[in-house]
């Protein structure tokens, strides 16, 4: 029997987030597949997403990178490169320690390397450090979220532009297309009344994510319509700054509700009314929309990255402009008062998801990436055979 064709998937850690959750769909299609194997190769240790990669049949290597400048990092990738039969490596994520020594392995291996990029970089936040633009030559492909992700690479961050390619995040729909759920996933967020609005904000408690904008526009709707509850989903390191503004908003409790971090995101979704987005920069294609979207629950998002290639304004979702607390809480008022125009805007999502955003669409547009860069062929090297060599 053949060998397979390895993919490696350099990653810090396997920390909760959309760009982990992302690769873990795609590892598990591709694995389901069969035409290549997904390996990851994390430079820290594994983290708390490890568990399921491995339940999905995931081979996971850790603690490849002592330090940021150590070198033996190369020898480690190496070994995995020659054991596991790698030919192609996909930094996830762009830019850091992730893309400089996988693109120098890349190279040292005589395999190809691509960088798939997850996030939108705005003015005083690049996504590529310089010396990672230097190694751009050394790129076979960067992969975008969406059309606007791309021209925001090639203009702001200097990518070269014939070298990236679009592919939008997708899920697996059946793991949240449960509208059956919605009783018990109200009962789990503790609201009793089916009448009380649901809205939620999931995301890591990162400054960038402005949780701060979902408290004060909370606060403000509660003034005017009482019967609404607010959750806060989600853990990270601004998470002392989020508790002090819910306590300081005097909603705790009775109107907002911060629940941590969760793995039953799928089931508590279907008990929620809205999901919001509030990021300031770097969001893309929030994969947290995508799930709502299909889960049948209404999105809100601040214009950024490329969420106009997921959200089409009044008909799959809402905008909201600018980034204010003010001017979301008009959007969720306006939202809460047309329930006929949220209905309909709900089974419009669903079906925009379900034909452009699912597991099975990103999966094969990867296989098809991954076969157009086999066909151009790679320069093999000695190294590999003195990396055996060493290692007996």
């Not at 930094?91 to 190809?112: C, D, E, H, P, Y």
């Not at 109200?186 to 009448?195: I, P, T």
């Not at 979207?293 to 959200?311: A, K, P, Q, R, T």
């Amino acid at each position: 029997m053949a060998e397979s064709t390895g993919i490696m998937f350099v990653i810090d850690e396997l920390r909760p987030g959309g760009a982990e959750h992302v690769l873990l769909e795609l590892a598990q299609s591709l694995r389901n597949d069969g035409k290549y194997r997904p390996i990851v190769a994390c430079l820290k240790l594994a983290g708390p997403l490890a568990e399921q990669f491995e339940w999905a049949g995931i081979k996971i290597y850790q603690r490849l990178l002592r330090d940021r400048y150590d070198g033996l990092v190369i020898y480690r990738l190496m070994r995995i490169i020659s054991e596991e039969n790698i030919k192609i490596i996909v930094a996830v994520g762009s830019g850091g320690n992730r893309m400089f020594w996988a693109t120098i392995v890349g190279k040292l291996a005589g395999i190809k390397f691509v960088v798939w990029s997850h996030t939108y970089s705005q003015p005083n936040h690049p996504e590529f450090e310089t010396v990672n633009r230097v190694l751009f030559p050394l790129v076979d492909r960067i992969v975008a979220l969406g059309t606007r992700h791309k021209e925001c690479l090639a203009w702001r961050d200097k990518a070269p532009a014939g070298k990236i390619s679009i592919i939008q995040n997708g899920i697996n729909i059946k793991k949240f297309d449960h509208p059956q759920w919605r009783d018990k996933a109200r009962a789990k967020l503790g609201l009793a009344d089916e009448n009380i609005v649901a809205i939620a904000m999931i995301a890591n408690l990162r400054e960038s994510k402005r949780h701060d904008i979902f408290i004060e526009a909370a606060r403000k709707i509660v003034e005017r319509n009482r019967n609404v509850h607010f959750f806060i989903i989600g853990d990270g390191p601004n998470r002392k700054r989020v508790r002090q503004l819910v306590e300081r908003s005097e909603l705790q409790g009775q109107f907002l509700s911060l629940i941590g971090h969760r793995n039953d995101i799928a089931e508590l979704l279907p008990g929620l009314d809205i999901v919001c987005i509030c990021s300031e920069y770097q969001e893309c294609l929030s994969l947290v929309a995508i799930q709502a979207m299909v889960s049948g629950v209404l999105v809100v998002s601040n214009v950024i990255g490329s969420m106009d290639e997921l959200i089409e304004d009044n008909r799959t979702g809402f905008f909201y402009h600018p980034l204010s607390s003010q001017a979301l809480a008009d959007k969720l008022l306006y939202v809460m008062d047309n329930p006929q125009l949220k209905e309909q805007i709900v089974a419009n999502a669903k079906d925009r998801v379900k034909q452009n955003f699912t597991a099975d669409v990103m999966t094969k547009k990867f296989i098809s990436l991954f076969d157009s860069l086999l066909a151009s062929g790679y320069k093999s090297t000695e190294i590999l055979a003195e990396v055996k060599r060493i290692g007996k």
